[in-house]
């Protein structure tokens, strides 16, 4: 392999993570959209309901910004490939969505009471 051929593939892997990088962030603000519309539905919720709530969203707050993070983090390090970007991205968002469809199951049932 030529030095050509390997800045040239460097270039790519970089355009690569990127191109990940924004995918993810633009489902990370939806995420955060939806997070702050349960923060809404709480501060409606009854009081026993709240206390609940307020825990697991906190969970689902801590598990947003470790997601935050990690893109953050693959962004500035050159030497990440795509493929470890995507599954460790992939990873945390499926804790997010358990994460967020607790609190959203807590809220649910206080309605329901």
Do not use: P
């Not at 501060?43 to 598990?63: F, G, I, Q």
């Not at 795509?82 to 968002?93: C, D, F, H, I, K």
């Amino acid at each position: 392999m030529t030095a050509n051929a390997s800045r040239t593939d460097g270039a790519t892997d970089q355009h690569a993570v990127r191109v990940a990088t924004d995918k993810f962030d633009r489902l990370l603000d939806d995420w955060h959209g939806r997070i702050d519309e349960l923060k809404v539905q709480v501060d409606l919720a009854t009081l026993d309901v709240r206390e609940d709530v307020a825990k697991r969203l906190e969970v689902t707050e801590n598990v947003y910004l470790a997601v935050r993070s990690r893109l953050s983090d693959a962004r500035h390090d050159a030497g990440q490939s795509v493929a470890t970007v995507r599954q460790s991205v992939e990873e945390l968002l499926v804790d997010l969505r358990r994460a967020y469809d607790d609190a959203e199951a807590v809220v649910t049932r206080g309605r329901e009471t």
